[in-house]
């Protein structure tokens, strides 16, 4: 069993800055992949961005490329998500996933269930 804890979330102005972040306890943590998703009012959730222990492999939404860094620390276990140059368009609650099935070399994982373990989110609303 994985747990996840979002936390990082608030209100911040167009233009600027968040760091999310995602503890993880439970099982060995080094072993899975990671996801952030974010849900805005009204609207199905969506993925933002793919990160693998195995390599540090990452893969980012187009909505979120050149704005959010993700990054890992093992020794924390514990994933981040820096969000820069933020809009309106972001505000959303911010989800972190865990997924402890294979993924390869190669494929990234984007749909919701395709993850096995879920935080209960982060608020992020940024005003205009």
């Known amino acids: 069993q994985v747990q996840l804890v979002e936390s990082g979330g608030g209100l911040v102005q167009a233009g600027g800055s968040l760091r999310l972040s995602c503890l993880a306890s439970?099982?060995?943590?080094?072993?899975?992949?990671m996801g952030w998703f974010r849900q805005a009012p009204g609207k199905e959730r969506e993925f933002v961005v793919y990160?693998?222990?195995?390599?540090?492999?990452?893969y980012y939404a187009d909505s979120v490329k050149g704005r959010f860094t993700i990054s890992g620390d093992t020794a924390k276990n514990t994933v981040y998500l820096q969000i820069n140059s933020l809009t309106p368009e972001d505000t959303a609650v911010y989800y972190c996933?865990?997924?402890?099935?294979?993924?390869?070399?190669?494929?990234?994982?984007?749909?919701?269930?395709?993850?096995?373990?879920w935080g209960q989110g982060t608020q992020v609303t940024v005003s205009s």
């Open positions: 990160y693998s222990w195995s390599g540090g492999r990452t």
């Open positions: 996933a865990a997924r402890t099935r294979n993924s390869g070399n190669y494929y990234v994982p984007q749909r919701v269930d395709e993850y096995d373990y």
């Open positions: 439970g099982r060995t943590f080094s072993r899975y992949a």
